[in-house]
């Protein structure tokens, strides 16, 4: 059998900074089906006015691109009126900011999407606004009118010293500050807070999820700042709200997704999948997985992924995960681990075999770069050499590095040991194996700590993942009846063992399948 069982009762599987963590000798049972996710920001993807800006038609255009790479769904970071590039400063929630396009490209967009299976959700930012609104414009020029309580103000000097970053004086027109109570912003002063303790908030809230959920029919939401609804210290307060914003969006859709960035560590999120969003993505187990490629040594990436699923377990047993290497906030994650297309490969797979919804960020398929500021991990996708391609957008220079050492994806197309075709492998290969899609889990128990394993199994189908982190070759004590298993996908064309060993070429991948 290509299996080891794990023996005793218990099975103590490493010392972690956070303590001896141990696993259970079952395996985890299987998941609800998962959908491979594609996050992309508009902006930069593919334009079609010829202004250098990507706009919905362009990513229309592109959805068969998407499909054939084997998406079934997509976030779309903010696409609303905004001062701002990126659009985390919404000035008008039901409108669609007018380098995208209008509200009937985001329309079709939506139709499109749904008639190539994918889903589409919304990043909604509701934990601010733009200053720019006509709620904020209101409440900071007449303190007796209905939008002054959409915000939280104060003209206490104890809360201003309190908390001196996050408390604003209003400004004129020409940017001076003026005299009076101050307002409330966590993030900056262009993104005055919203007051959720206002009944007229909520309303607002609900309406706008209402307009793009039934008008405009998107399957949900990504939420921005999820855990900022109110501050840190009312953290039950902002978990409750989530519970509302989840019982009011499923009086429209009941399968209404509803995906929370909530920045921490598992026992800070795991209240939030009780009863309030969907998911929420897993910063924890991806710092796991870019340490360990960093350092090309597991950083305990299996034990971490237990240690949240039991914390998260306790809150609700039928929560989702998302995983993601990197995103709009992050350095690119090629980047971070040393552009090497191989190791590139090795992060994919752990992407997208471990159990959960993974989240591609743009141009991860191709192998993108990007260092923070944030303008260079938010650059234009590469669809070919600069000129050659009239969708190419040029809001932005590309990366300094994507521009020289990165292949477009044109030339990339042509490279069967390409990046981006061994995502296109990987996911098909995913999409198509219930070992993969929803299948168990279970740890494989070996000592190497530059080897990584693991099995998925679904009926009668059991899978195994293994992969070499590291530049040397490795070798780990093979289990019996090797002689069954076949290769699905690797790296490499010679899967090599022998003398109860198993032998793995510098960053390998090889996911083998057997028979139970």
């Avoid at 519970?243 to 929370?260: C, H, P, S, T, Y």
């Avoid at 500021?373 to 070919?384: S, V």
């Amino acid at each position: 059998m290509l299996r080891i069982r794990l023996t005793g009762i218990l099975i103590l599987l490493s010392s972690l900074a956070y303590g001896q963590l141990l696993i259970s000798q079952d395996m985890v049972p299987p998941t609800p089906p998962t959908k491979v996710y594609y996050s992309v920001f508009v902006q930069s993807f593919y334009d079609t006015n010829g202004d250098g800006i990507g706009d919905l038609r362009g990513l229309v255009s592109k959805l068969d691109y998407l499909k054939d790479l084997g998406v079934h769904g997509l976030w779309l970071l903010p696409v609303h009126p905004s001062p701002s590039y990126h659009k985390y400063d919404v000035s008008d929630y039901y409108g669609i900011h007018p380098d995208y396009g209008t509200i009937e490209d985001y329309r079709t967009l939506v139709k499109e999407a749904h008639n190539r299976g994918m889903t589409i959700l919304l990043d909604l930012v509701i934990n601010h606004t733009s200053n720019r609104i006509k709620w904020f414009q209101e409440a900071s020029s007449d303190p007796s009118g209905k939008y002054r309580n959409y915000y939280v103000w104060s003209d206490k000097k104890a809360d201003f010293d309190a908390e001196p970053f996050h408390w604003h004086a209003v400004r004129d027109s020409k940017g001076k500050q003026l005299p009076g109570p101050k307002y409330y912003g966590f993030f900056w002063w262009e993104m005055p807070d919203l007051n959720y303790d206002n009944p007229e908030v909520r309303k607002e809230i609900f309406n706008i999820s209402t307009f793009w959920l039934k008008d405009i029919g998107i399957d949900g939401f990504r939420i921005d700042a999820a855990r900022y609804i109110y501050p840190e210290n009312q953290q039950e307060k902002t978990i409750q709200w989530w519970k509302e914003f989840r019982q009011q969006a499923r009086k429209i859709n009941k399968d209404v997704i509803i995906l929370g960035e909530v920045w921490g560590p598992a026992k800070d999120i795991a209240p939030y999948l009780k009863d309030g969003m969907t998911a929420c993505f897993n910063f924890q187990l991806a710092d796991s997985i870019r340490l360990s490629m960093q350092e090309e040594k597991d950083h305990y990436i299996l034990q971490t992924w237990w240690q949240i699923r039991d914390t998260y377990k306790k809150q609700n047993n039928f929560y989702e995960d998302a995983l993601f290497l990197s995103n709009h906030d992050m350095n690119r994650i090629m980047s971070d681990i040393g552009n090497k297309t191989e190791k590139g490969k090795v992060a994919a797979t752990l992407l997208l075999t471990l159990p959960g919804n993974p989240f591609i960020y743009y141009g991860e398929e191709i192998g993108m770069l990007g260092l923070k500021p944030d303008e260079y991990i938010r650059e234009p996708f590469l669809w070919n050499m600069e000129g050659e391609d009239k969708g190419q957008t040029t809001w932005e220079k590309p990366y300094q590095s994507t521009s020289q050492t990165v292949k477009p994806l044109r030339y990339q197309l042509e490279d069967p040991k390409s990046l981006y075709h061994f995502y296109k492998k990987l996911i098909n290969l995913r999409n198509n194996t219930s070992a993969l899609n929803e299948g168990t889990f279970e740890p494989f128990i070996q000592d190497n700590r530059k080897v990584l394993a693991f099995y998925r199994g679904s009926g009668k189908e059991m899978v195994l993942i293994i992969m070499n982190l590291s530049k040397e070759i490795q070798h780990i004590v093979s289990p019996g009846g090797m002689e069954g298993y076949h290769m699905l996908l690797g790296t490499h064309d010679v899967f090599k063992s022998g003398g109860g060993a198993i032998y793995l070429q510098p960053y390998s991948v090889f996911i083998l399948e057997t028979t139970k």
